[in-house]
């Protein structure tokens, strides 16, 4: 499926579309009428399904089959395959948007010190398929992604100052926008942006926030995973909730796949950007082909002073 960016819904629809997900998985077994559907979010049967088709490529009842389907898979399956079952079943046959290869790198003990101090970073607003985003690029990769409200621009950006307190910051949309295209669509003329796409991650953490989120690139780039699973691949069992803490400081939402952490139950679990936009973001996965972020291949982190790490 060819997506230009300018067919990305606007936030008030994709509003409209996530309160429609959380209604068809909490009524589901009523099995709603497409009507009934289509009032829960205040619009006509005939608008409703042509947004919601837009967005997901299929209609709302085709997600309502699928969200039955996966709940009898998941009843048949028992409670020690819950996760398994909640979400591996898909309607698109596996297809995906693109394949991403995403490589995360580490800002250096000085550059973090440094606050940015003599970074340049390009930021700017773009459409994406979960409402309007912040995105800034430094020339070492991506720096910042981050999900906007509503007329919250001037907080949005001033979160990436807070974050890159001594930072140049310079606003090109049309970048950003860009950037947006190569991550969830595709170009002009049927080209898929983001086929086989590189894309290099520039981040500030600390040794343990990395070795998180490069974890993250591996168990959750196709498919959900919990946070007890990412405790044991650090070798780390036991320390969920420390886990969960680096997951939540993730400074480049989607390209990081925190959305894809959930509870050891199958439960959603917080996200800072909203349960909401969460639970949009695995449907909208599992009906379309998950957009996958590989981990690229490297030889791992190597400790460096000051208590980072830096992908080498």
């Known amino acids: 499926m060819n997506t230009h960016p300018d067919d990305f819904v606007d936030s008030r629809d994709f509003a409209r579309i996530a309160r429609a997900i959380r209604f068809i998985d909490a009524n589901f077994r009523a099995q709603p009428r497409l009507a009934t559907i289509a009032q829960s979010v205040r619009l006509s049967e005939f608008h409703f399904n042509r947004l919601f088709r837009r967005w997901a490529g299929v209609t709302p009842r085709q997600y309502l089959a699928f969200v039955t389907a996966r709940a009898a898979r998941r009843e048949l399956a028992g409670s020690a395959s819950v996760l398994d079952a909640a979400y591996t079943l898909g309607l698109s046959g596996g297809g995906r948007l693109h394949d991403l290869a995403v490589t995360l790198e580490a800002v250096t003990p000085g550059e973090l010190k440094a606050g940015g101090r003599g970074v340049a970073i390009r930021y700017g607003f773009g459409a994406t ?179 980072l790490a830096q992908a080498t």
């Open 129 to 307: 398929p979960f409402g309007r985003a912040l995105l800034g690029s430094t020339v070492r990769g991506v720096c910042w992604l981050s999900f906007v409200e509503p007329g919250a621009d001037a907080a949005a950006v001033q979160a990436l100052q807070i974050h890159w307190p001594h930072a140049q910051l310079h606003r090109d949309d049309p970048s950003a926008i860009g950037l947006a295209a190569k991550i969830w669509g595709t170009a002009r003329g049927g080209v898929r942006a983001g086929t086989h796409g590189a894309l290099r991650l520039a981040v500030q953490g600390t040794n343990f926030q990395l070795k998180v989120w490069q974890a993250l690139l591996g168990l959750g780039a196709d498919s959900p995973t919990t946070y007890s699973a990412l405790a044991r691949a650090l070798g780390r069992t036991g320390s969920e909730r420390a886990v969960g803490n680096a997951v939540g400081a993730n400074p480049v939402a989607w390209l990081i796949p925190c959305h894809n952490v959930l509870r050891k139950d199958g439960a959603l679990g917080g996200y800072q950007w909203g349960e909401d936009r969460k639970r949009a973001m695995l449907a909208w996965a599992a009906m379309r082909g998950h957009p996958r972020a590989h981990a690229k291949e490297k030889s791992g982190f190597a400790p460096v002073s000051g208590g």
